[in-house]
Nanobody, 123 residues
Framework: QVQLVESGGGLVQPGGSLRLSCAASGRTFSRTGMGWFRRAPGKAREFVAAISWSGTSTLYADSVKGRSTISRDNTKSTVYLQMISLKLEDTAVYYC????????????????WGSGTLVTVSS
């Protein structure tokens, strides 16, 4: 079992940037695949980014590719999502998730979820 706590959400203007953090506890973090998902108002939750155990492999949704960077610090049991050039359509609750797989970008791979952090992009 992994406990996940997201932070870093907030209000940002279009074109701005934000870094989300997710602190994990309860399992060997270095053998946990991590992912970020989001749920926009009125929409289903969708994949954003994923990172492998070691951090050497990453996956991104087309909608954020080139604007987002997922990274991890296994010494701090924390995964990050850096987002730049934010758009109105990036407004969503962002969820951190953990998987026993080396890397996976699908919800069904994730065994544990955080409670989410709200990102609002608005002028």
């Amino acid at each position: 079992q992994v406990q996940l706590v997201e932070s870093g959400g907030g209000l940002v203007q279009p074109g701005g940037s934000l870094r989300l953090s997710c602190a994990a506890s309860g399992r060997t973090f270095s053998r946990t695949g991590m992912g970020w998902f989001r749920r926009a108002p009125g929409k289903a939750r969708e994949f954003v980014a994923a990172i492998s155990w070691s951090g050497t492999s990453t996956l991104y949704a087309d909608s954020v590719k080139g604007r987002s960077t997922i990274s991890r610090d296994n010494t701090k049991s924390t995964v990050y999502l850096q987002m730049i050039s934010l758009k109105l359509e990036d407004t969503a609750v962002y969820y951190c998730a953990a998987s026993p797989d080396i890397i996976c970008g699908r919800e069904e791979c994730m065994e544990n979820w955080g409670s989410g952090t709200l990102v609002t992009v608005s002028s």
